[in-house]
């Protein structure tokens, strides 16, 4: 079993934190996630989630890729990424913590935005978590899913919004973290999208790592 580090942050603490925390906590890391899922038979995917990423490592992360998530008959729940014909694991983790898609699509973007900008992703990983304890933007939302529109939230953080090295982050310290939720969808996540604008006047990208659901029970991306 692996827990990722922001996971085990999260973990330890957010149980004393305001009502307002507790809300966003719980649209955020359900641990009924994947509640209506079966383990997968076969080789079978149970969830396949479209991701993109751009401007991220200097274009060494850039591109198209699959995430293939699978419960297995001991309710663990295994994640694989892929692109083209190659495939890595991410990691397998307990279902009884929800659905972990969460948990690597934080951790990318702290590895990317660290890189990028220079900070250290403990600091960065601590300043995401206090940022929970906030009041975060949550929304009323609308999309369309299999061909009908369903009802969702939409869950908007932005963790170096207040901070004191907010300065010297530059265009990073407008990172923003939407993440769309709806019990209507397998999995309780619709997309996990993670933003930074480019740099104001400059040829310099700005960053983009977005995870969309697919399908449910796809054999493989």
Do not use: C
């Not at 307002?20 to 994947?34: D, N, R």
């Not at 932005?158 to 010297?168: G, Q, T």
Request: hydrophobic content about 40%.
């Amino acid at each position: 079993m692996r827990i990722l580090p922001l996971l085990a942050l999260l973990l330890l603490g957010l149980g004393h934190g305001p009502l307002a925390a507790a809300e966003t906590y719980e649209l955020l890391f359900p641990s009924t996630a994947l509640k209506g899922l079966e383990a997968a038979p076969g080789g079978q995917s149970t969830l396949v989630y479209d991701r993109v990423i751009s401007g991220a490592d200097e274009g060494q992360a850039d591109g198209s890729f699959s995430i293939g998530l699978k419960i297995k008959p001991d309710d663990n729940v295994a994640l694989t990424l892929y692109q083209g014909t190659r495939s890595r694991g991410l990691g397998n983790y307990p279902a009884s913590v929800g659905n972990p898609l969460i948990m690597y699509f934080l951790e990318s973007v702290l590895a990317d935005v660290a890189f990028q900008s220079g900070g250290s992703p403990f600091y960065m990983r601590n300043r995401i978590k206090e940022s929970l304890l906030r009041d975060a933007q949550i929304v009323p939302v609308s999309l369309r899913y299999h061909d009908r529109e369903i009802a969702a939230q939409q869950v908007t953080i932005r963790p170096f919004a207040n901070d004191k090295a907010r300065e010297r982050m530059g265009r990073f310290s407008q990172l923003a973290l939407a993440v769309t939720v709806s019990d209507d969808i397998p999995g309780w996540y619709y997309s996990l999208v993670a933003t930074v604008p480019a740099a104001t006047g400059g040829a310099e990208a700005g960053y983009t790592n977005a995870i969309t659901l697919k399908a449910a029970g796809e054999a493989r991306p």
